[in-house]
């Protein structure tokens, strides 16, 4: 399970690191030794009435649970037809080397606004990464919101 939010930066090369609490997720090793890939999808979402995005990282297993649930709605609605459609548009499977750093392809950062400082939060099943000063708002007002928020989600 991926939870926290931590502070990182793109390096030179656009490669993001994957924090040390996540890789405990992901692999019962330390260091990657052989071929290991994760998908990367950019994702849209609506803060404060304006679209705002982010990446979203998924381990192989998580991907093809969420994307066999999004054929199975596809087969039922055509705005879900088109929302796979865009989603496997937005993705890319990327190679996580040794080192744990993960190669973000260019159309990926920009269509997410990523600069150099990013966050890196937990989102369950998925990791979703910020730029961080975008994330500092939304995250502001998900503190606000959190008590509106809870009553969808509060199970006594």
Request: hydrophobic share 40%.
């Amino acid at each position: 399970m991926f939870v926290g939010q931590y502070a990182y930066t793109l390096d030179s090369k656009k490669r993001l690191v994957i924090p040390a609490k996540f890789r405990l997720t992901l692999s019962d090793k330390p260091v990657l030794e052989e071929d290991y890939h994760l998908f990367v999808t950019l994702k849209s979402e609506s803060y404060q009435n304006v679209v705002t995005h982010h990446l979203e990282i998924y381990p192989p297993e998580t991907w093809k649970e969420y994307f066999e649930w999004l054929n199975d709605l596809a087969k039922q609605s055509e705005e879900a037809r088109w929302y796979l459609r865009k989603i496997s548009s937005d993705t890319e499977l990327c190679k996580v080397d040794p080192q744990w750093r993960i190669l973000i392809p260019l159309r990926l950062i920009n269509g997410a606004e990523l600069k150099r400082d990013i966050m890196i939060i937990g989102g369950g099943k998925h990791i979703q990464v910020w730029e961080r000063e975008k994330w500092n708002m939304v995250s502001v007002w998900l503190d606000n919101q959190a008590p509106t928020l809870a009553k969808y989600v509060y199970k006594p």
